[in-house]
């Protein structure tokens, strides 16, 4: 009877020593996916229709006013 005890105790201990393992590993997993993701990217409203458009693929007019599309930066 005491052995079967030692023996619940030392498998209960092994299987606590390998989740916290298993826990340990997950995390920079979790950290190097945030880092793949790119960073947020500022929104401008486009100044003829109002739509938001990512500052990357707006069209700008000479005084520097952002459009959602060529179209719109013509028409003004
Ligand atoms: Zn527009």
């Known amino acids: 009877m005491k052995y079967l005890l030692l023996f619940i105790v030392v498998i209960v201990g092994l299987m ?42 707006c069209v700008w007019d000479a005084q520097r006013r952002p459009y959602c599309c060529a179209e719109h930066a013509r028409q003004g």
Do not use: N, Y
């Open 16 to 57: 606590l020593h390998k989740k916290r393992r298993a826990a340990e590993e997950q995390l920079p997993q979790d950290r190097r996916r945030a880092q793949r993701l790119s960073p947020p990217e500022p929104m401008h409203a486009c100044t003829r229709c109002g739509v938001h458009v990512p500052a990357s693929r």
